[in-house]
């Protein structure tokens, strides 16, 4: 009887640990995918921000207040915009920027001219980081640590899914995913929009930031000692 007990737990045990460890990637110890690494960059800029990508060239919202245009085959800033306030998400949408301050507001930018079109408040939201999947915005809240999708056109925030324990730093949309950067376990997390977890990647740098992706779904990941990473996460 001793003997058939003692396999029981041991079997429970057993299946308990290999689950927190292969099935749970919020797990220190849980296996992550390495990212191939394509390219490296030094954009001489520095801090925390977030990337995005307007179809040709890429945008760093600096918390400094001015939003910077990179090349994004050599890394170079040639371009910069002041907006002012504490710019830290961005994503370009239907031809426009739209800009997250941590001062709860969002701004949408011509990014040719440059000028403020509309600034939308967010009431009691912080508006950390901003993607977008094609038809609507998502917003990542640092107030709630939890994702909305958000509508411009009502102005209606949408709960998508909370997030406890995250350092968040970066976050873009992906074939009907949402990646999400994590900054205290050097990781990059794919998240469905249930807010359950696809894949965990492991960053390739000890300072991770903003991220985005190209028309042809390669990645960014701004390092906050101002390197450029460009990567496949296939």
């Known amino acids: 009887m001793k003997r058939v007990i003692f396999i029981l737990v041991f079997a429970l045990v057993f299946s308990g640990c290999r689950d927190i460890i292969f099935d749970n990637p919020f797990d220190p110890e849980a296996s992550k995918i390495e ?13 925390n921000g977030d990337l995005c990508f307007d179809g040709e060239k890429l945008w760093f919202a600096s ?8 090349d994004p085959d050599s890394g170079i800033v040639t371009r910069e915009l002041y907006v002012g306030g504490t710019p830290s998400g961005i994503t ?4 426009k920027l739209y800009v997250g301050i941590l001062e709860r507001s969002i701004l949408v930018l011509d990014p040719l ?8 408040p967010v009431g009691e ?6 993607t ?42 992906w ?6 950067v994590e900054r205290a376990n050097l990781s990059i997390y794919v998240f ?41 996460l296939f």
């Open 92 to 95: 370009f949408f239907e031809g």
């Open 132 to 173: 977008n999947d094609g038809t609507s915005l998502i917003i990542y809240d640092a107030r709630s640590s939890s994702v909305f999708e958000f509508d411009p056109d009502t102005g209606v925030f949408s709960f998508m899914f909370k997030i406890t324990g995250f350092q968040v730093s970066g976050i873009e949309g």
């Open 35 to 47: 990212v191939k690494i394509l390219k490296i960059m030094d954009t001489r800029l520095s801090g």
């Open 113 to 120: 001219s440059g000028d403020i079109l509309v600034e939308f």
């Open 125 to 130: 939201k912080i508006p950390a980081f901003i």
């Open 192 to 232: 469905r929009p249930d807010g359950e977890i696809e894949k965990a990647y492991a960053s390739p740098t000890n300072y991770p930031g903003g991220i985005t992706k190209d028309s042809f779904d390669n990645f960014y990941l701004f390092s906050t000692d101002g390197k450029l990473y460009k990567l496949s």
């Open 175 to 180: 074939a009907g995913n949402i990646v999400i």
């Open 63 to 70: 918390e400094g207040g001015t939003l910077y245009a990179i």
